[in-house]
């Protein structure tokens, strides 16, 4: 009998040791199956990010191109607009030289019937545009007031062009 419960204890023993083996045997496994389900995870999730970063990559790639176009336009468009205002603002100079020297006299066309003229129009100078009207010259000094305005006026123009073609250029319109 004592032989009897030391064999029963003994296939007790490799029973347990047994079950403990496959026990171990089998938390190894899944946790080998779990730990490769989450390498293949975490290297989806790497290539995703990778992916996403070339994606950014290349979007702010193209957004500087776009950023380095714009600012050359906006620079030979600069220089262009400044070529042009500065060749106004050098004719307006060179006129109000002229008048300023008596070189060039400026005059306006009298209404005949609103000053009381008759109704016979005098004949036109060799140098003169418009045929038989009667002119007046005007005072240097207010010649001089109107070319001022008359330039600031083509000042404006020219601004306002470059703000409209910057506008446009911009807003991608044509």
């Known amino acids: ?55 950014n990559s290349a979007q702010i790639l193209a957004e500087q191109g776009k950023r380095l176009a714009l600012e050359q336009w906006l620079a030979a468009s600069d220089q262009a607009n400044y070529r042009v205002l500065s060749n106004e603002k050098t004719k307006q100079a060179r006129l109000r030289d002229r008048l300023a020297t008596a070189d060039l006299r400026l005059s306006v066309q009298l209404d005949a019937a609103a000053t009381g003229f008759d109704a016979m129009q005098a004949p036109t100078s060799a140098g003169g545009v418009v045929y038989g009207a009667r002119r007046a010259r005007l005072d240097p000094a207010h010649a001089q007031r109107i070319i001022g305005i008359t330039g600031d006026g083509d000042q404006a123009l020219i601004a306002l062009q470059a703000c409209q073609a910057y506008a446009k250029e911009v807003s991608g319109t044509k």
Do not use: C, H, P
């Not at 045997?25 to 990778?50: F, H, I, P, V």
């Open 1 to 55: 009998m004592k032989f009897d419960a030391v064999k029963w204890g003994v296939v007790l023993l490799i029973v347990l040791a047994l079950m403990a083996a496959s026990v171990w045997a089998a938390w190894e496994w899944q946790a080998n199956a779990y730990g490769q389900q989450l390498a293949a995870k975490e290297a989806a999730y790497q290539t995703e990010r990778t992916d996403l970063a070339n994606a």
